[in-house]
């Protein structure tokens, strides 16, 4: 499945959210399509906004959840990107009926009627406008060359540059370091002619748990007995001097 970029920040989601429940609101009320233009337009302003806040709340409420997913998996897809769209809309559509059906609005229609011929409609517009928002919104995402660890050997030409989500563990191996990360989720090693104590101003953010090992916290997955631990993709001892304070950063 394709990968796709996405931002995680919530200012430019509230951005989005705002972008659709304004955009809604003000489709209701100046468009009034269907049974809407019923209403006079006194009444549509004081009872169609809360379908923009009802949308509103929504987004918002599935972003962490969507942040949760691109953390836990390290990766947003294609299918990622349809998965919360339709969970955008189901739980929408939901609401938006419980609100259409309640003494405020007091609708006629039925659930299958009011999905027909008044959501799916609407929706497919709207669909448009989150699409593109999304897109557009990941491309602001900050180019992670600035953010990115560079790791140097004693020869000049020994450089490795990665992002520091990808960096799983550095290792000694005697005059040289073994740098194990991950490139498109496959693991890759590169060893570089230094030492732990050399590399490790570079790489702050890194956890020691040998005195062979740095790992990458964000990395770790599992116990193996006491001694060992498992990475992605990798395993490395841990001694029991350092256990406490894997312990508490996990």
């Known amino acids: 499945m394709q990968k796709l970029p996405l931002n995680t920040s919530y200012k430019y989601h509230l951005i989005i959210a705002l972008i659709i ?3 809604l609101v003000l489709f209701l009320i100046l468009i009034a399509p269907f049974d809407i233009a019923e209403l006079t337009f006194s009444a549509r302003l004081e009872i169609l906004p809360i379908y923009g806040l009802i949308s509103f709340v929504v ?5 962490p959840f969507q942040n949760w997913a691109f953390k836990h998996f390290r990766k947003w897809t294609l299918l990622s990107e349809i998965l919360f769209i339709i969970g955008f809309n189901g739980i929408q559509i939901i609401l938006s009926y419980g609100y259409y059906k309640s003494s405020i609005v007091n609708g006629s229609y039925d ?7 008044v959501y799916l409609p609407i ?3 709207l669909l448009t406008i989150i699409v593109f928002c999304r897109w557009f919104l990941n491309k602001k995402i900050p180019n992670k060359a600035k953010n990115a660890i560079i790791l140097k050997g004693d020869n000049k030409l020994d450089i490795l540059q990665i992002s520091p989500e990808d960096l799983i563990c550095i290792s000694s191996a005697d005059n040289y370091i073994e740098v194990s990360y991950l490139i498109h989720g496959k693991l890759h090693k590169k060893l570089l002619r230094n030492t732990l ?4 101003n570079d790489v702050p953010d890194l956890l020691k748990v040998h005195r062979s090992h740095l790992i990458n916290p964000s990395h770790f997955k599992e116990w193996n007995g006491s001694s060992r631990i498992v990475l992605t993709e990798m395993e490395v001892p841990i001694s029991k001097n350092y256990r406490a304070a894997l ?3 996990i």
């Not at 659930?111 to 011929?117: A, D, G, N, R, T």
């Open 123 to 125: 929706f497919f517009v």
């Open 247 to 249: 312990l508490e950063v």
């Open 59 to 63: 987004y918002m409420v599935l972003i």
């Open 21 to 23: 429940s304004l955009w």
């Open 111 to 117: 659930f299958q009627k009011f999905l027909l011929e």
């Open 197 to 200: 104590k050399g590399i490790r």
